[in-house]
């Protein structure tokens, strides 16, 4: 079964004819590491999963990039703005590991919604997970210390530190790298 519609299985009860609706829509496809899911500016209004691999969205602020998430198998992943907006991205999607996606265009997630309410069932359902994951990134980011949020980052991705250059994984603690290390060092 392709990882999206399992994925949305999770939300909510399908049918066969949705499931088959979904399979003729949704694309699958391999990406390079270093390669673009979006890059500032750009409108991409799809949304994905990662079957294998790993991508990073950042911003570049004073000729700095900065990383607000990391997405790893298995997670609906998108930009906000593009998606639901259909405006320009502040941020860029990036593979950093050779990885599989499959992706459906918010147009036909849109039509899938109107024509069935499974489906608006389904889509209502994450968009109330991603409010919680923001909620909990904003409130790490406001009262917890670098070294509660790097410890809460090995909590949900243990092999991080393996998969994820430090610099990376720095930027996303709104830290120094230097910094970093001394708190792995503990």
């Known amino acids: 079964m392709n990882p999206l519609i399992k994925k949305f299985k999770e939300y909510g009860n399908l049918t066969l004819e949705i499931e088959e609706e979904l399979s003729k829509k949704i694309i ?39 990383n607000s998430w990391f997405g790893f198998e298995n997670i609906i992943l998108g930009s906000i703005l593009p998606l639901f907006y259909k405006k320009p991205s502040f941020e860029n999607i990036q593979f950093l590991e050779t990885s599989k996606i ?3 265009s918010t147009d036909d997630l849109n039509g899938l919604y109107k024509k069935y309410h499974a489906m608006e069932t ?3 359902l994450m968009s109330e997970e991603y409010c919680k994951i923001l909620e ?17 980052l090995l909590k949900q991705e243990p092999n991080v530190s393996q998969r994820i250059a430090l610099g990376h994984i720095a930027s996303y603690l709104g830290i120094t790298q230097e910094t970093l290390s001394r708190i792995r060092k503990r």
């Open 136 to 152: 909990d990134r904003i409130m790490s980011l406001q009262t917890l210390s670098a070294e509660e949020r790097y410890q809460t």
């Open 102 to 104: 499959h992706y459906i």
């Open 122 to 124: 389904i889509g209502r």
């Open 28 to 66: 699958s496809q391999t990406k390079q590491k270093g390669d673009f899911f979006l890059k500032q500016g750009q409108i991409v209004s799809s949304l994905f999963i990662i079957e294998t691999g790993l991508v990073r969205s950042f911003y570049i602020k004073d000729d700095r990039e900065i």
